[in-house]
């Protein structure tokens, strides 16, 4: 089987593609799926990730049929907080 990667928002932009598929044996953790999928590039500081939709660090675990996301950081906000 494999692992799938997919790059969201900016990081798309970035690394030049939305997805890679990655042979299993290339990463144990989602740290290594990064750099194995964009060829050895430094992830941006605060990049979010998701393993099987749920967030991870960067040293989770990934295995046979796992689907890892990255995402920029989220910004914005600033207004008011509601009371």
Known sequence: MSIT???????RETVG???A???PARAQTAQQAWEAAT???EMPA???????MEYAGADAAVTDG?????????TGGGGDVLR
């Open 5 to 11: 990667v997919k790059f969201f928002a900016s990081l």
């Open 39 to 41: 060829d050895g590039r």
């Open 66 to 74: 796992d689907e890892v996301a990255f995402f920029p950081p989220v």
């Open 46 to 52: 605060n990049t979010l990730i998701a393993v099987n």
């Open 21 to 23: 598929i990655l042979d």
């Open 17 to 19: 593609k939305d997805e």
